[in-house]
Every structure is written in structure tokens, then in C-alpha cells.
């Protein structure tokens, strides 16, 4: 059975950097496309950043403004989000997704597979 999860989450003071990671398992993901979303108290859940497992090719929420990088290693079958110059608006609960139906899902309903969330908080 597939699974995603992740870890990494704490508690931040702002301008700090902080790494999160997925680690996927259950089935091949290698054609799937991952991504973190994240969800606030009272917003929306967003996606933060894409990665198409097979290339590496990658989308940002434009919010991230070079401030995150979502990345992928094969070996450990792991997709990590590092986060650099960290905001108290990024303040949320992060979740690894994984879609084995769309390349390139931008939406929330394309994703099939999530993980339970890893709680980010950034203090001013």
C-alpha cells in the first residue's frame, strides 16, 4: 500500500532555514509527480512546489519566490522541500502529495496519495 511520510517539522524563529523530507514507499513513484502543499489555520490548502519524479522538473508557488527548493533522491526514494529565509506567514501544515494520474497536477484534486502533514511554525 502506497505511503508518504513526512518528517522535519518544528518550530522556527523568522530567517531561519528548515528541511523537510517525504519518504514514499508502497509502489514505484518514479513516474509520479510529487509536490508540498501546505495549509494555514482558516486558508486553503496550497501547493508550495512540484517535482515530476522521471525528470526532476519542477514548479513553485509564486510565493516561494526563491526562497524554498524541492528536490528528489532516487536511492533513499525520498522528496525533500528545504526552506530558506523562513516567514511567520509560512507558518502551516505541510503535506507531501503524490500524483500517479497527472503530470504536472497543479491541484489539489489531481494528487491521489497524502501523507499526514508535519507542522511548520515561524516565530517573528
Same mark, same amino acid.
Given at each position: 500500500? +502506497? ?5 522535519? #517539522? ?6 531561519? =532555514? @528548515?528541511?523537510? !523530507?517525504? &519518504? ?10 510529487? +509536490? ?5 489555520? #482558516? ?6 512546489? =512540484? @517535482?515530476?519524479? !522521471?525528470? &526532476? ?68
Amino acid at each position: 500500500q +502506497a505511503q508518504l511520510v513526512e518528517s522535519g #517539522g518544528g518550530l522556527v524563529q523568522a530567517g531561519d =532555514s @528548515l528541511k523537510l !523530507s517525504c &519518504a514514499a514507499s508502497g509502489r514505484p513513484f518514479s513516474r509520479s509527480t510529487m +509536490a508540498w502543499f501546505r495549509q494555514a489555520p #482558516g486558508k486553503e490548502r496550497e501547493l508550495v512546489a =512540484s @517535482l515530476i519524479w !522521471s525528470d &526532476a522538473s519542477t514548479y513553485y508557488g509564486d510565493f516561494v519566490k526563491g526562497r524554498f527548493a524541492i528536490s528528489r533522491d532516487n536511492a533513499k526514494n525520498t522528496v525533500d522541500l528545504q526552506m530558506n529565509s523562513l516567514k511567520p506567514e509560512d507558518t502551516a501544515v505541510y503535506y507531501c502529495a503524490a500524483s500517479s494520474t497527472v503530470i504536472s497536477a497543479r491541484r489539489e484534486y489531481e494528487y491521489n496519495y497524502w501523507g499526514q502533514g508535519t507542522q511548520v511554525t515561524v516565530s517573528s
